[in-house]
């Protein structure tokens, strides 16, 4: 690694791609001849309206986003989405749930403060290591959306495949695996994801939803909670996270330089695949996922021994792997890998276990 830069496993903030931190420090002190460094200018300047204008389209051109769905950027990061979502969308006052792990939990609590909360299928009953059938969901007629975590950070699940609505509007949050593989964004109402994880620096959501669930007769809510504010204003009802938006744009651009989303989840799968082949022939560690579910951006895994666990940690640690430590609902380790972790960076980590399970067996 170059700069001294260690393998981190974050699950978030995460690492960004080199060439994408270099471009920034290039334009660090002088953005293109403008004089200014783009954490210094007007949003409302011809040379920062140029770098969101590119911003968007890219993400356009990445995804295959159709002409009547919205891009926003908004800030609250993908928290304030648990509560804009039912604030905006919930029309009969009523929506249904999976439960998935400790996001969808999360956003399941704060959508019962605004109507109420059908929770359809849930992996509660095995610590959330699974992904409930989804084929055949009890939703009632008038259920004004079904909601999904697509890939739940803590607990390492994702949907092998997207939950049967029944004609009901799909809304998912793809903070974790955001741009990690191609999306068809026709089968949502709206897709968001915290940038953090996957793109860029933290405190931005991007929301992408179809123009027709953007509704015009919420006057009583807050201004800012509105999607139509964000939509009618291009974003820029406030001042937007402008460094974010600058930072992702480069994401995008960089994404688009690689290949695209086809090429992404190439390398994603080939990357994850190292680290679960060696989880799957390892005696000492385990994932904790069910095969079919796994997530190929965050892998949780144990020892079965929490203080052996504490050793993987330290070991790991010292030996320049970062961001190691499993979150506290599940234990063990996590090892996230999203789209910016090169696989030699996997293969390092292997290396350093399998060196471990030798040193401890
Ligand atoms: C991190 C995360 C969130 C919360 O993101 P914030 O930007 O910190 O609000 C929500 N959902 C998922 C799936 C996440 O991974």
């Not at 051109?61 to 648990?82: C, E, H, R, S, W």
């Not at 409930?132 to 007629?141: E, Q």
């Not at 095969?291 to 030996?319: C, E, H, I, W």
Request: aromatic share 10%; with cysteine.
């Amino acid at each position: 690694m170059k700069y001294g830069r260690t393998y981190n496993f974050s699950a978030g903030p995460a690492m960004m791609p080199e060439p994408v931190l270099e471009e920034i420090r290039d334009e660090m002190m002088n953005y293109r001849g403008s004089g200014m460094c783009v954490m210094e200018m007007s949003h409302r300047s011809k040379v920062y309206q140029q770098i969101f204008d590119e911003a968007e389209q890219d993400l356009r051109d990445l995804m295959g986003i159709p002409d009547n769905y919205k891009v926003l950027f908004i800030q609250g990061g993908a928290t304030l989405q648990f509560s804009m979502i039912p604030m905006n969308l919930m029309k009969n006052g009523k929506a249904v749930y999976i439960e998935t792990g400790a996001w969808s939990k999360k956003a399941i609590a704060e959508a019962k403060k605004v109507g109420e909360v059908i929770v359809a299928a849930s992996s509660k009953d095995k610590n959330y290591s699974y992904v409930p059938d989804c084929s055949d969901l009890d939703i009632p007629d008038d259920a004004d959306y079904v909601y999904i975590c697509e890939n739940e950070t803590i607990h390492g699940s994702t949907y092998p495949k997207l939950p049967n609505t029944k004609g009901h509007v799909l809304v998912s949050d793809q903070s974790s695996m955001f741009l990690s593989k191609p999306c068809k964004v026709s089968d949502y109402g709206l897709i968001y994801a915290g940038v953090q994880k996957n793109v860029g620096p933290a405190g931005m959501v991007v929301v992408i939803i179809r123009e027709d669930l953007i509704r015009d007769d919420l006057t009583d809510l807050p201004i800012y909670l509105q999607y139509k504010t964000h939509a009618d204003n291009g974003s820029m009802y406030n001042t937007p996270n402008c460094w974010a938006i600058y930072a992702c744009g480069k994401v995008f651009k960089y994404l688009k330089s690689i290949g695209g989303l086809t090429e992404m989840a190439k390398r994603n799968e080939d990357k994850a695949k190292v680290l679960y082949d060696f989880l799957d022939s390892s005696k000492l560690f385990k994932g904790t996922v069910e095969k079919g579910d796994r997530s190929l951006m965050n892998v949780p895994f144990v020892t079965g021994d929490a203080d052996l666990d504490a050793k993987v940690v330290a070991y790991t640690k010292a030996a320049g792997f970062d961001n190691l430590k499993g979150h506290r609902s599940v234990g063990g380790l996590r090892a996230s890998i999203y789209n910016a972790m090169p696989k030699e960076g996997v293969e390092a980590l292997v290396e350093c276990l399998k060196k471990f399970e030798a040193e401890n067996s």
